[in-house]
């Protein structure tokens, strides 16, 4: 058995797997590129193996700042009766990010809360209880600094994010001020798509063989389905709605399988 390896390789290890070149498969080649682009998204989409939870860094520049800190006027509106106009504007507080990025979890902290002086609170905890960890119980260190963690949480808090994957930007809503300067670095954490050209394993994969096959197989159903009923030479019926309605069904089968077996799980949240 051939290994498909490119995707010149896959397309003909998908024809293959409807019967060509014994039978001919009525598909345009513009449209069995379609159909794998088509499987190639909904792979990355929701089978666990289409992503990478990966951590990327990115170097803040002046220009991120400068741009941060201005406003980008929208669009004038006004009311139903015309006698009030207003002008919205929107901050331009967002660093780009690779397009192959589909969801970003969290930002990693750019400060220490904290500042390393004699004064500093967890300074204090180290030199009282903990010069020796023999001399204290390390339940009581965990349960202490579990207490600091959630006081950090209420009274500073994290930086609110937002991504939408279609825009490539990450808004981080702080102040770009006073909250970050030029030269620091943006650790992210994230769900990155593969790349088949760089991982080309990815072309062998059973269930994206099989999802691949089947939309070809129906976009072959829905292209023969016009001459549905027409009586070709020799007696022979086309039976395109047959084959659209057999496809669909293997397609439903796989979207199942992939919701049970290969999806990631939701993430969630103990309070």
């Not at 397309?11 to 069995?32: A, F, H, M, W």
């Not at 682009?37 to 990115?58: I, P």
């Not at 129906?218 to 009923?229: C, I, M, T």
């Amino acid at each position: 058995m051939a290994t498909p390896t490119t995707r010149t390789t896959f397309k003909d290890y998908c024809l293959r797997s409807l019967g060509k070149p014994v039978i001919e498969i009525n598909v345009d080649p513009d449209q069995v590129d379609d159909r794998i682009d088509e499987a190639l998204q909904y792979f990355s989409q929701y089978h666990y193996d289409g992503v990478e939870r990966m951590y990327l860094k990115y170097q803040v520049t002046e220009a991120d700042i400068t741009r941060a800190r201005s406003d980008n006027s929208l669009t004038q509106v006004t009311d139903i009766d015309g006698s009030t106009t207003a002008t919205w504007k929107e901050q331009k507080n967002y660093i780009p990010v690779p397009s192959s990025i589909m969801s970003i979890i969290q930002v990693f902290p750019m400060t220490d809360k904290h500042a390393l002086n004699m004064f500093d609170l967890k300074y204090q905890l180290r030199l009282n209880d903990l010069y020796d960890f023999s001399s204290t119980s390390i339940i009581h260190y965990e349960m202490t600094m579990k207490h600091l963690d959630f006081l950090d949480h209420v009274l500073i808090g994290e930086v609110p994010i937002r991504h939408n994957q279609h825009q490539n930007r990450l808004y981080l809503d702080m102040d770009f001020q006073t909250d970050i300067s030029a030269d620091e670095h943006i650790i992210i954490e994230c769900y990155r798509k593969l790349d088949p050209a760089t991982y080309s394993d990815i072309w062998n994969d059973i269930f994206l063989k099989k999802y691949a096959t089947q939309l070809i197989k129906r976009q072959w159903g829905a292209n023969l389905s016009k001459f549905q009923g027409v009586q070709m030479l020799g007696g022979v019926t086309m039976n395109g709605e047959q084959i659209y309605t057999q496809a669909q069904e293997e397609l439903n089968k796989l979207e199942e399988q992939i919701q049970l077996a290969f999806e990631l799980p939701p993430t969630y949240m103990v309070g």
